[in-house]
């Protein structure tokens, strides 16, 4: 089986691999102001684990599909993931100075074309998907994922549900809610739009689904300790801004130890919907327990 180390290399090459065919394919366009192109560019192609696409690739793989099926759908993915962290990062959200180590999108190209690019993003992901597929019921499936993942029942339900908890007391339903919507859904959707790019059936589909659920539930609390537990330079943000806000987090509700333990279940209950993959699945495995205890 894949040691931890390993997947942590495995993931590090996807990236390359997978950053490197976007930036061919994120080419400039006609009709595309030039400072507008820089600013889309700057934010999806920066230094970036690749988490979500990497479950797409692999997810598709599992249920029989090829690199090429999967390639419209980890690139849509991966611009609804960096539209979301462009919007994120603004004055008005998280007021970031710092993603990934380098200045955040708006300290570079202004608020205003910053939130523009986070809007372009999130307009070429769907493009991307209508027009990466010949099969219409392939990717109208696909759409659909991805809006209900990123949108108000997903990722955006749960960015508004971060921002309402903040001043207010600690609440372990709040702090699920967030966590299963702002993190948990893409992760989820990503599992799903690979098994949904491979045409799986839909037993497939629910239970990669639910490991990509878990193991974000898993990921966003692994996260949560680290702004209290680790520092801006292996982050490449800042850290305790959580606290300073706050927001409504596991730490702040049950404490470091149970938040670790209640990683720890996450993990365990991802792992446990590979069940009949066998070793195919391994990969998925040993990312879920990094997802958990990564250092960064």
Not at 34 to 44: D, T, W
Not at 183 to 190: D, F, H, I, K, V
Not at 282 to 296: E, G, H, K, P, V
Request: aromatic share 6%; with cysteine; proline share 4%.
């Amino acid at each position: 089986m894949t040691t931890p180390d390993h997947i942590e290399s495995v993931v590090k090459d996807f990236a390359n691999t997978f950053t490197s065919r976007l930036s061919e394919f994120i080419a400039a366009r006609d009709n595309v102001p030039p400072r507008l192109f820089e600013a889309v560019r700057y934010s999806l192609l920066g230094p970036g684990k690749r988490i979500r696409p990497f479950l797409i690739y692999e997810c598709c793989r599992l249920a029989g599909g090829t690199e090429e099926d999967a390639f419209p759908a980890a690139a849509a993915m991966e611009m609804v993931h960096a539209f979301s962290l462009i919007h994120d990062d603004l004055p008005a959200m998280d007021d970031d100075d710092l993603r990934r180590g380098r200045p955040t999108n708006h300290k570079v190209y202004g608020e205003a074309l910053a939130i523009l690019a986070g809007d372009a993003l999130l307009a070429l992901a769907f493009e991307t998907l209508v027009n990466g597929y010949a099969d219409n019921k392939r990717s109208s499936a696909l759409v659909a994922e991805l809006a209900t993942g990123a949108g108000w029942q997903g990722m955006i339900g749960g960015q508004v549900a971060d921002i309402e908890g903040e001043n207010e007391p600690p609440a372990l339903d709040k702090v699920r809610y967030i966590h299963y919507h702002k993190t948990g859904s893409l992760l989820a959707s990503s599992c799903r739009m690979g098994c949904l790019a491979a045409n799986a059936d839909k037993p497939t589909t629910d239970r990669l689904g639910t490991f990509g659920l878990q193991m974000g539930l898993a990921f966003q609390i692994a996260d949560d300790l680290l702004d209290v537990t680790s520092s801006t330079e292996k982050m490449g943000k800042k850290v305790g801004k959580d606290a300073q806000a706050r927001k409504q987090t596991y730490p702040a509700c049950v404490g470091l130890k149970e938040s670790r333990d209640m990683a720890t279940k996450s993990v365990e209950e991802a792992i446990a919907q590979l069940d009949g993959f066998g070793d195919e699945a391994n990969r998925l495995r040993q990312l879920a327990t990094f997802a958990a205890t990564r250092s960064a």
